[in-house]
């Protein structure tokens, strides 16, 4: 490729567990993109992207978004805002720093987009629609989130972030985008982010029992990554600007994914249960039809051979220690 390539700015501060931002990075390189990464690597594993070093088409800086950005390059086509701790391990230990990545990250990362006019990706989520009343939930639902419990600063934060990306758009003539991110999983994920995905396969491998919050009667709809990944990039180079949900319509709950895992891997762990956290959402179910509609998207991969590949990545990259992982 020359020096005309296509230019794509990744911010990647705080990332969704830092894992999607390393997809996305490696789907925009396939294409012939040149990348810029921004991370602080408070909740981010500088392993993701080990594999890329050396690429002359992927730079890494060490920033947090939160914080002015400066970049010198004079022409940058998209600004993908990833940044946030997304584990609720990580933003119940960091509530402040997760509220200002949602606030002054978008806000520069929007800013950035302004000054290079840029395309904006915004990687919102589907806890914006809080414990829903309406299943499935379509884009047009307003949700129901508490503002002010333990959540509320991951699931508020990304309602600002949303309607500062709105804001941008209509005031700016900013190009932006919103991806409403459903439950996604797949390799790199970090084995101990409180997940349930990597919850469930770090103690079915290490034989511990699987820990249930709650009766398991609440459910969760997983998208393979690659699937996410394939809809973001649709989305992006789309004219489309309100938000758009992507995510695998597949629902279940967690007891039957919590036996699903325990068949898969052949382990002998059990279940144990423990009270559900505070807000913890009861439904989660993506209405994908604007996907389906704008994008030409639906998920390819299946349930089955998604969580092998997942297991596989786990089993390659976890140390077994006396029965403990590390």
């Known amino acids: 490729m020359g020096a005309h390539r296509p230019q794509a700015r990744l911010p990647t501060t705080n990332c969704r567990n830092c894992s999607l931002g390393s997809h996305l990075t490696d ?3 396939a294409e012939g ?3 810029i990464a921004i991370d602080n690597l408070v909740t981010g594993n500088v392993a993701n992207i080990g594999h890329l070093a050396g690429n002359e088409n992927y730079r890494f800086v060490r920033h947090n978004v939160s914080n002015f950005i400066f970049l010198p390059e004079q022409k940058i086509d998209f600004v993908f805002h990833f940044a946030s701790p997304a584990s609720p391990i990580d933003y119940l230990e960091l509530p402040i720093p997760t509220l200002k990545v949602g606030a002054l990250g978008t806000h520069n990362t929007l800013g ?5 006019k840029a395309t904006f990706v915004l990687a919102s989520t589907s806890e914006c629609y809080g414990d829903p009343l309406v299943h499935p939930q379509k884009e047009d639902y307003w949700g129901n989130v508490n503002p002010i419990g333990p959540r509320g600063v991951y699931d508020e934060a990304k309602r600002f972030a949303e309607a500062m990306t709105m804001a941008y758009h209509r005031y700016h003539d900013v190009d932006t985008k919103i991806v ?3 439950n996604t999983y797949g390799p790199r994920m970090r084995l101990h982010d409180g997940r349930v995905v990597p919850a469930f396969i770090g103690e079915a491998l290490t034989g511990k029992s699987l820990t249930i919050f709650g009766d398991g ?3 969760r709809s997983f998208c393979y990554v690659s699937d996410l990944i394939d809809g973001i990039f649709r989305l992006a180079m789309s004219d ?3 938000p758009v949900n992507i995510g695998n319509p597949r629902e279940m709950t967690i007891k039957q994914f919590a036996e699903e895992i325990i068949r898969i891997t052949g382990t002998k762990s059990g279940i144990e249960y423990r009270p559900l956290p505070e807000d913890d959402p009861k439904v989660r179910q993506p209405d994908i039809t604007r996907a389906k509609k704008i994008l030409g ?4 991969v299946n349930f089955d051979e998604g969580i092998r590949k997942t297991i596989d990545y786990f089993k390659q990259h976890i140390e077994l220690v006396n029965g403990t992982t590390k």
């Open 33 to 35: 993109h040149r990348v």
């Open 112 to 116: 950035l987009a302004k000054d290079k």
């Open 297 to 300: 998207w639906e998920p390819r």
């Open 240 to 242: 489309f600007h309100e």
């Open 27 to 29: 789907r925009l390189l």
């Open 217 to 219: 009667s609440q459910t």
């Open 180 to 182: 409403r991110i459903f």
